[in-house]
């Protein structure tokens, strides 16, 4: 009798949001880590602490839970115009981890963490590059990216270059990230590598069925690529 062999489970980097922290984005996506069992989410903390302009008054962190920021951002500017001041130190910390920890399969990056997964995948000259372990990225309601430096390497991207499957999730309900605005950096990626998938609620990722066949089909195609 055939001894049956475990298929290793698929290891994906989970980048959390702006305000955020691995504990809260993990808290949030439990329903779906716990119906996704061939998967194993690891979540990281960014290295740099949440800095309080006194703007998100209205934000409830009654726990005093440690939260963090992958970027800055100036609260008189609107919620797409993030200041990328320590976006290369963000991804040398990111791939730094990848390089002790992993291998890891994908990245998973929520909001703010979504642009630190797209400025990973662009190469950027002269900073770290996109670990080559690294067979897919995932980006849940990413906003669009205007950052002087990175922007024009974006809009010079060459589709045809890019071998990375990607992902896009973005909620029609989300009223902080539109559709349209995730719709507006999807556009520089390759439509033959690259998926679009709305779902009903708002800026946060889905644990529904209809997710869940939608994030095993796209990594099993994405392994096979």
């Known amino acids: 009798m055939a001894t049956k062999v475990d298929q290793p489970k698929t290891r994906i980097l989970v980048l959390h949001g702006f305000y955020d ?11 779906l880590i716990r119906s996704m069992k061939d998967i194993e989410f690891i979540f990281i903390n960014s290295p740099f602490p949440f800095v309080d302009y006194g ?3 209205s934000f409830d962190n009654t726990s005093n839970e440690q ?6 951002y100036n609260p008189e500017w609107p919620v797409t115009n993030y200041n990328y001041d320590t976006i290369q130190e963000s ?20 909001s703010q963490g979504a642009i630190v997964c797209t400025a990973m995948y662009l190469n950027i000259p002269n900073w770290p590059i996109l670990p080559s372990c690294i067979k897919f990225i ?4 990413c906003p669009p990216i205007n950052d002087p430096n990175i922007k024009p390497i974006l809009e010079t ?7 990375v499957p990607s992902l896009h999730i973005s909620g029609i309900n989300d009223t902080l990230i539109s559709t349209e605005m995730s719709e507006s950096l999807f556009k520089y990626f390759n439509s033959s590598l690259a998926e679009f998938y709305k779902h009903k609620g ?3 990722c889905p644990s529904d069925s209809d997710f869940r066949q939608k994030l095993r089909d796209f990594i099993q195609r994405a392994n096979h690529s």
Request: glycine residues 10%; hydrophobic residues 30%; aromatic residues 14%.
């Open 67 to 72: 939260r963090y920021q992958w970027c800055s």
């Open 202 to 204: 708002g800026h946060y």
């Open 21 to 31: 922290s691995a504990e809260n984005r993990q808290h949030q996506m439990r329903s």
């Open 55 to 57: 703007f998100l008054k």
């Open 138 to 141: 995932i980006l849940i309601g």
């Open 157 to 163: 991207l060459n589709t045809q270059n890019q071998s």
């Open 91 to 110: 991804i040398e910390y990111v791939v730094n981890y990848i390089d002790h920890n992993g291998p890891f399969h994908g990245l998973l990056g929520f």
